[in-house]
């Protein structure tokens, strides 16, 4: 039963995890640290009570918690911060600190009860820090590029130049090492291949969807469109109809699939008709591109579900 569930609230932060849970003897503070996991970890277990713990995503501070505890087999959720922060206002907390937040998770997790995170396949994490670092290093050389037209004194323009030549290596090589990362994961690979067949989608675009949406494959269309921020969103009340408009997401998804798609409208046989017909109807080029991009995420999320080569 779900009302036998302790659900921990946790806090994390760079040092420190603050922690709050009701009838349950635990730190109120512990390190961000494999020390303080295990500390976090024995009074659970001590307990014998059956737990599920609930923190927000924030990027490697949490992911270590996370890992800890699916090694030790407890139920552990990583939510989104901006559900959370709007749970604490619907619930009339507004003010927000550290010790505030770890109750405002707790609260979440008994009243919303999020289904427990999945642990990743190594593989995936890997991909996903591989394809995260060369989208920096791509950010990086975009900077140093539009320095260098606005430059004219010659030594800083060979410094420049310099750069951008060495970040480009860096780019290149970590492509190679996402390309080995692919091929030494059978399920990588099979995933990557599938999607590859898809006129307009190539290797490194389906590697980042991939490291972007590791649950691509286990959702449904109206999931999986949602979750990239790109099912439309209704604006009506009463008898006034507003425009639908995307809001949300991930946004790492809809850059894996944004050049993807604007190669598909111009050469895939089935995506450049449909693309053709929204803007024969008046839609506007953003719109019709957008309108792209989700039915080929819908298609992809098929072929990661059963991988049969079935036409678009």
Do not use: W
């Amino acid at each position: 039963m779900s009302t036998s569930i302790v659900y921990i609230g946790a806090d994390v932060a760079k040092d420190s995890i603050e922690l709050f849970a009701e009838n349950l003897s635990l730190p109120s503070s512990i390190p961000n640290t494999p020390a303080g996991f295990r500390l976090l970890i024995k009074a659970i277990k001590k307990s014998a009570k059956v737990t599920h713990l609930i923190c927000e995503a924030t990027g490697p501070y949490s992911k270590a918690l996370a890992r800890a505890f699916h090694c030790a087999e407890l139920q552990v959720s990583v939510v989104n911060p901006r559900q959370v922060r709007d749970f604490a206002r619907a619930s009339g907390r507004l003010a927000k600190t550290d010790k505030l937040d770890a109750q405002i998770l707790a609260s979440y997790g008994g009243k919303m009860q999020p289904a427990p995170t999945q642990p990743n396949d190594p593989a995936y994490e890997e991909l996903a820090a591989l394809t995260t670092r060369r989208q920096q290093l791509i950010e990086m050389r975009n900077a140093e590029t539009k320095r260098l037209a606005q430059i004219d004194h010659p030594h800083i323009k060979r410094s420049i130049a310099s750069s951008i030549k060495e970040l480009t290596r860096k780019i290149e090589s970590f492509e190679v090492l996402i390309k080995e990362t692919i091929e030494n994961s059978p399920p990588l690979l099979a995933k990557v291949e599938s999607f590859c067949k898809v006129k307009g989608v190539g290797p490194i675009t389906a590697a980042l969807l991939i490291a972007a949406c590791p649950e691509l494959g286990t959702l449904n269309k109206n999931q999986v469109a949602a979750l990239a921020g790109l099912a439309p969103v209704c604006r009506d009340s009463g008898a006034m109809r507003g425009k639908r408009s995307i809001k949300g997401g991930r946004l790492n998804m809809r850059t894996a699939l944004y050049m993807a798609a604007l190669s598909a409208s111009r050469s895939n046989p089935h995506l450049k008709p449909f693309y053709q017909r929204l803007r024969a109807a008046g839609k506007p080029f953003k719109l019709a591109l957008t309108a792209v991009m989700r039915k080929l995420l819908i298609h992809l999320n098929s072929l990661a579900r059963c991988p049969i080569p079935t036409p678009i």
